[in-house]
C-alpha cells in the first residue's frame, strides 16, 4: 500500500483546500466529434484551443488562482528555495572571453540585474572595454524580453540581434552601429533571430517564419542602406526548415533545408553575395548530410551507408557524391555529432559507449587520438572557437559534479590549460556529492543507461526520494551535466537521475531509431523500467519517487502516468505534448507537418492507430494518478498551451484519487518560460516546492 496512499503533506494541503472551499477549476464539456479512418473520438475540451475566447482565459486564470492557494502553505519554502538557488549564482559574472580578429569578446552581468551586457576589448584583455550592447535597458518596462542572434559583421564595425518580446519566437532584427553605439534606422520585423553577414560587412541574410505554422521557410537577402529585402530561397515542402550558417574560415555561407531524416545543403561564397545559391548534393530520402569548408575543400558530416554518420571531403569544384572520400570512417559503436575544421586539424565529437569524445584529426596525415577526460560520467563539446587559422581548441567540460570548465586545448602539443570554472556561490563543495552510471535492464531486454548524482553517503534503503528525468525524441542526447539548482534538491537528500532512454543517441542512431514512430513506446517502457530497476535496487521506492519532464519528455510523462502511475508519488512536467493525434492531424498548427517524420502522419491508419495506442490526452482512463503539477505558456509556439489545459481538465473528470492537479500557466511566456536570469528560477522553485511539499520536507 502506497505509504497509506497519502503523505502527511498532501493531507495538510488538502485539509487547507478544503478549509478555504477551494474546488479546483474544472472547464464546461463541449463535445466536439472527430472521425477519421472509421474512427470517432469525442473531445469535450476542444473548445479550449481558442485562444481570444475570455472564457478560456478565465479558465486558465482560475488555475493559476487555484495553485497559488493550494501551494500557499509551502510559498515560503518556494522562497527559500529561489533565494538558495540565487545565491548560487555570482551576480557579477563574465563569460569566457573569446579571440575574433583583433577583439576578445564577452558578456557580463552586474549585480542585481537580470540580462547580459554585450562587451568587448580591442588588442588584449587589458584594453579598455567597449559596451556593445546592454540587454536590461531594453528589457525595461517588459514582460518578456528575449534577445537572441547578436552577430558581429566581419569587419567588426556592426552586429546583429533579435528581441522577442511576446514568447513566439518572431523576433524583430536591429542593426548596431558599433563605432557609435547608435542603432541604425533599419529594422527587420516577424522573423528569426537566424542572421548571416556577407564578408562585405554590407549584406545580411535572414530567415522568415510562415505567419500559421511557424515554419521558418524563406532566405532573404538585405543590404544596409537599401530598400526593401530580397527573396533568395523559399522551402515549400512544409515538412522542412530552412537555416543559414557561415563557416569558421568566412569562405562560404550555407543554406541548410532540413528535416527529420533528411538534408539538402545550398552554398555561397560569402565574399559574393549577389550570386545564387548552389546546391550542394540534391535532397534525397533518409540521407542527412551537412556541410562545411576547410579552405581548399568541403567537408561533410553523412549517414549515406553509415547509420552512425561519417566525416567525408570532396573539392571544391566537385561536389558530386561520387567525388566524396572518407576523412572519419564509419563505425559501429560510435555516433559522429558534429565536427569544426580548423587550418591544420579536424576536432570530431562522437559518442562512444554513451561517453562524449573528442577526437583531434591531422589534416595532412591522417593521424588522430582522443582528448582524454578523468571522470566516467561526464560530457565535454567544442565551444566559442571563432578563429580557423589556430592551434588552439576551446571546449567545455562538466559532469554531475563538476561545474561548467572551459578549457583550451593545443591541437599540436597536447597541452591543457584551464581558463575558467563556473563558479558556484553557498558553500557547494564538490567532495560532498558523487555520481555514477548504472544499466537498467528494459523488458525486451535491452540495457538502458542511467547518470545519478547524489550526496555522498547514500543508502540503498528505499526511503531516498529521487527525481527521474527523461526526454527520449528526436535523437537529443540529455548530458549528464552540472545544474546547480538541483543541489536544492540534493542537500535535502534526493538522488537526481537522468533516464537514457531510446528515442535519444547516447548509444548511436539505432538508439533513437527504436524510440521513434512505430518504435515509439520503447521510450516511456524504458522510463517505466528504469523506475522499477530504482526501485528494486533500493535506491527509492514508489512512495518517494518522482519523475520530471518537458515538451516532448512531457509526452514521455503523460504516457508513463497512463501506463505505470502506482509507480511515482509525484510527476511534472513543463509544456507537456500531450494530445498528439488531433495536433499532428492539424497541419496548420505550428510545426505539425514537420513533425510527421518523427511521430509519423495519422492521417495515414498505421500510425494513426499506434498513436491512440499512447497518445496522453486518449488514453485518460478512470484510475489513480499521481500528485501532478503541469505548466504552460499562453504564447508557446511550439506546444500550444492548449494541449496541458486540455489534458488537466480531463484528468480532473475522470480520475478516482484525491491526489492533487495543478495547472499552472504562464501568460506572458512562451515555450522556453521566463526571461531574466533570476526570474526564471521562480519556476524551478515551484517544482522543487511542489516535490519537497510531497516529502514533507518545509525547510
Known amino acids: 500500500m502506497k505509504f497509506l496512499i497519502v503523505l502527511s503533506a498532501v493531507l495538510a494541503l488538502l485539509a ?3 478549509n478555504d472551499n477551494i474546488e479546483p477549476p474544472m472547464p464546461e464539456k463541449i463535445p466536439e466529434k472527430l472521425e477519421i479512418h472509421g474512427d470517432v473520438r469525442i473531445d469535450n475540451y476542444f473548445w479550449l484551443n481558442e485562444r481570444d475566447n475570455p472564457a478560456v482565459i478565465a479558465y486558465l486564470d482560475e488555475e493559476n488562482a487555484y495553485v497559488d492557494k493550494v501551494m500557499a502553505p509551502y510559498e515560503g519554502l518556494q522562497n527559500t528555495l529561489f533565494d538558495e538557488m540565487k545565491a548560487r549564482i555570482k551576480q557579477d559574472d563574465q563569460s569566457v572571453p573569446y579571440k575574433d580578429g583583433d577583439y576578445y569578446y564577452y558578456y557580463r552581468y552586474e ?14 584583455l587589458d584594453a579598455a572595454e567597449e559596451i556593445l550592447l546592454d540587454v536590461n535597458v531594453g528589457a525595461e518596462g517588459e514582460e518578456f524580453y528575449s534577445v537572441r542572434g547578436f552577430a558581429v559583421s566581419p569587419d567588426h564595425g556592426k552586429a546583429t540581434y533579435g528581441v522577442d518580446t511576446q514568447g513566439r519566437r518572431f523576433y524583430t532584427v536591429h542593426f548596431l552601429d558599433l563605432e557609435t553605439g547608435q542603432l541604425l534606422p533599419r529594422r527587420i520585423e516577424n522573423v528569426t533571430a537566424d542572421v548571416e553577414w556577407a564578408n562585405d560587412s554590407e549584406t545580411v541574410f535572414f530567415t522568415r517564419q510562415d505567419p500559421e505554422t511557424l515554419r521558418s521557410y524563406q532566405v532573404y537577402r538585405h543590404r544596409l542602406g537599401e530598400p526593401g529585402d530580397q527573396l533568395v530561397y523559399q522551402e515549400d515542402d512544409e515538412t522542412n526548415s530552412v537555416f543559414i550558417e557561415r563557416s569558421l574560415t568566412g569562405k562560404f555561407l550555407f543554406l541548410t533545408s532540413a528535416e527529420t531524416l533528411s538534408t539538402e545543403v545550398r552554398y555561397l561564397p560569402a565574399d559574393k553575395p549577389l550570386r545564387d545559391f548552389r546546391i550542394f548534393l540534391p535532397r534525397q530520402r533518409e540521407h542527412e548530410y551537412y556541410v562545411t569548408d576547410g579552405e581548399d575543400r568541403f567537408y561533410i558530416l553523412s549517414n549515406d551507408g553509415a547509420t552512425n554518420f561519417q566525416v567525408l571531403e570532396t573539392p571544391l569544384e566537385d561536389t558530386s557524391r561520387d567525388s566524396w572520400q572518407t576523412v572519419v570512417p564509419h563505425r559501429e559503436n560510435v555516433l559522429v555529432e558534429g565536427f569544426d575544421v580548423f587550418k591544420d586539424h579536424i576536432v570530431v565529437e562522437v559518442l562512444q559507449d554513451g561517453l562524449i569524445q573528442l577526437e583531434v584529426v591531422d589534416r595532412k596525415t591522417g593521424e588522430s587520438y582522443q582528448i582524454e577526460f578523468d571522470e566516467s560520467v561526464y560530457t565535454a563539446y567544442a565551444d566559442d572557437n ?18 561548467e570548465s572551459t578549457y583550451d586545448f593545443n591541437l599540436q602539443t597536447r597541452e591543457h590549460k584551464l581558463i575558467d570554472e563556473a563558479e558556484v556561490l553557498g558553500g557547494f563543495e564538490r567532495s560532498n556529492y558523487q555520481t555514477e552510471r548504472v544499466f537498467a535492464t528494459a523488458t525486451d531486454g535491452t540495457s538502458v543507461p542511467v547518470s545519478m548524482v547524489y550526496r555522498k553517503g547514500m543508502e540503498k534503503n528505499g526511503r531516498n526520494p529521487l527525481l527521474q528525468y527523461g526526454y527520449g525524441s528526436y535523437g537529443a542526447t540529455i548530458d549528464p551535466d552540472f545544474d546547480p539548482d538541483v543541489l536544492s534538491l540534493l542537500d535535502r537528500g534526493f538522488i537526481f537521475a537522468i533516464a537514457h532512454i531510446r528515442g535519444g543517441s547516447l548509444l548511436g542512431r539505432e538508439w533513437y531509431y527504436d524510440g521513434r514512430q512505430l518504435n515509439k513506446k520503447n521510450t516511456f517502457t524504458d522510463f517505466i523500467d528504469v523506475s522499477r530497476f530504482l526501485i528494486g535496487q533500493g535506491y527509492t521506492s514508489p512512495e518517494h519517487l518522482y519523475a520530471n519532464g518537458g515538451s516532448a519528455g512531457g509526452l514521455l510523462m503523460g504516457a508513463v502516468v497512463n501506463m505505470a502511475p502506482e509507480l511515482y508519488q509525484g510527476v511534472a512536467t513543463r509544456v507537456p505534448f500531450v494530445d498528439v493525434i488531433t495536433t499532428m492531424l492539424d497541419a496548420s498548427i505550428p510545426l505539425t507537418a ?44 511550439q506546444v500550444q498551451y492548449w494541449e496541458p489545459a486540455k489534458w488537466v481538465a480531463k484528468l ?17 511566456a512562451g515555450h ?19 516535490f519537497l511539499a510531497l516529502e514533507d520536507i518545509r525547510e
Open 594 to 637: 514537420g513533425e510527421w517524420n518523427e511521430w509519423g502522419n495519422p492521417a495515414e491508419k498505421e500510425f494513426y492507430d499506434y498513436m491512440k495506442s499512447y497518445s496522453p490526452y486518449d488514453n485518460v482512463t478512470e484510475q489513480d494518478y499521481p500528485n501532478m503539477l503541469v505548466t504552460t505558456g499562453l504564447h508557446d509556439s
Open 16 to 18: 487547507a483546500c478544503s
Open 111 to 124: 549585480e542585481g540585474r537580470e540580462y547580459p551586457i554585450y562587451c568587448r576589448r580591442k588588442g588584449s
Open 652 to 668: 480532473r473528470e475522470l480520475k478516482t484519487d484525491d491526489n492533487l492537479l495543478l495547472l499552472k500557466t504562464d501568460m506572458q
Open 672 to 690: 522556453s518560460g521566463k526571461t531574466g536570469r533570476f526570474q526564471s528560477l521562480e519556476d524551478t522553485a515551484l517544482y522543487y516546492a511542489f
Open 386 to 403: 571563432y578563429e580557423y587559422d589556430t592551434t588552439w581548441l576551446r571546449y567545455v567540460y562538466e559532469s554531475m559534479t563538476t561545474p
